[in-house]
């Protein structure tokens, strides 16, 4: 299977693009020993989000690495951030700008093609299907993309980034009422730091899925990963961090969910 998926019974779907440490061997023998570290993974997302079980949210998870092929970048590999440094569909190097490829095995744009009908359109199509059914069953529905990153990728930002940056495509994923909700709920914390629309504006899922005329309401949470798990290799997940973080996490998700049922 290509991803993970879990049907819930609530108008929420969690979408989580990059938490897939999987890489077919026949990409994986094109790479370069940068690959086998998947240092740009969204480490540990599933288990800090173990709680939406409980809640009974639609859960989608990827299973293949961000390094095989981002599921988060439209099929064309436009930027989503004209004018700024960032990965493509298919990364040729990692966030510390390590070559992903052996000399002369970047792949194609046969091999891209490949990669997007193979490990890109299964997930997005069970995106589209689960966002659909819950969007009958309820008539509006939030789709939350999960993402988490290291505090400090130079490469992208100058120092620390927020603890929590919230992205709605400047408002146009989702309704102001939801985003606002949402945020209302997080700045009832002092703990963390809170950015929307700062650096992350919401990636391919956010800004493509996100219909708010047609009752679907997206919103990416891109978290710093200091918040949950050790930044650095072997990327530990820190129990006594996430224990601090799940619970408004959990909050501001039921304010999604209250406000697309009002």
Same mark, same amino acid.
């Given at each position: 299977? !290509? $991803?993970?998926?879990?049907?819930?019974?609530?108008?929420?779907?969690? %979408?989580?693009?990059?938490?897939?440490t999987d890489i077919p061997d026949e990409v994986m023998a094109a790479m370069t020993p940068a690959a086998i570290d998947k240092q740009d993974t969204d480490w /540990?997302?599933?288990?800090?989000?173990?709680?939406? !079980?409980?809640?009974?949210?639609? &859960?989608? %998870?990827?299973?293949?690495?961000? $390094?095989?092929?981002? @599921?988060?970048?439209?099929?064309?590999?436009?930027?989503?951030?004209?004018?700024? !440094? &960032?990965?493509? @569909?298919?990364?040729?190097?990692?966030?510390?700008?390590?070559?992903?490829?052996?000399?002369?095995?970047?792949?194609?744009?046969?091999?891209?093609?490949?990669?997007?009908?193979?490990?890109?359109?299964?997930?997005?199509?069970?995106?589209?299907?689960?966002?659909?059914?819950?969007?009958?069953?309820?008539?509006?529905?939030?789709?939350? !993309?999960?993402?988490?990153?290291?505090? /400090?990728?130079?490469?992208?930002?100058?120092?620390?980034?927020?603890?929590?940056?919230?992205? &709605?495509?400047?408002?146009?994923?989702?309704?102001?009422?939801?985003?606002?909700?949402?945020? %209302?709920?997080? @700045?009832?914390?002092?703990?963390?730091?809170?950015?929307?629309?700062?650096?992350?504006?919401?990636?391919?899922?956010?800004?493509? $899925?996100?219909?708010?005329?047609?009752?679907? /309401?997206?919103?990416?949470? +891109?978290?710093?990963? %200091? &918040?949950?798990?050790?930044? +650095?290799?072997?990327?530990?997940?820190?129990?006594?961090?996430?224990?601090?973080?799940?619970?408004?996490?959990?909050?501001?998700?039921?304010?999604?969910?209250?406000?697309?049922?009002?």
């Amino acid at each position: 299977m !290509d $991803y993970q998926f879990k049907a819930g019974s609530i108008p929420l779907l969690v %979408s989580m693009p990059h938490v897939g440490t999987d890489i077919p061997d026949e990409v994986m023998a094109a790479m370069t020993p940068a690959a086998i570290d998947k240092q740009d993974t969204d480490w /540990h997302l599933v288990r800090l989000y173990e709680f939406l !079980d409980e809640m009974g949210a639609s &859960t989608l %998870s990827a299973r293949w690495s961000r $390094y095989a092929i981002d @599921l988060n970048r439209p099929p064309e590999n436009t930027n989503l951030y004209p004018g700024q !440094d &960032t990965t493509g @569909l298919c990364p040729v190097d990692t966030f510390h700008r390590e070559p992903l490829y052996l000399e002369g095995r970047v792949p194609d744009q046969a091999e891209v093609q490949r990669r997007l009908q193979a490990y890109w359109k299964p997930y997005h199509n069970q995106l589209r299907a689960e966002l659909d059914r819950l969007l009958a069953l309820h008539g509006r529905v939030v789709l939350w !993309d999960a993402h988490s990153i290291a505090s /400090h990728v130079p490469r992208f930002f100058e120092g620390k980034l927020p603890d929590l940056n919230f992205g &709605t495509a400047d408002d146009k994923s989702c309704a102001l009422g939801l985003s606002n909700a949402i945020v %209302s709920r997080a @700045l009832m914390q002092d703990r963390y730091s809170i950015a929307v629309n700062g650096r992350f504006k919401g990636g391919h899922i956010t800004r493509f $899925y996100g219909e708010p005329a047609r009752g679907v /309401h997206a919103i990416q949470l +891109e978290m710093c990963q %200091s &918040t949950y798990m050790d930044e +650095e290799a072997p990327y530990g997940y820190r129990a006594d961090l996430a224990a601090q973080v799940q619970p408004p996490l959990r909050a501001m998700m039921q304010a999604a969910v209250d406000w697309v049922r009002a």
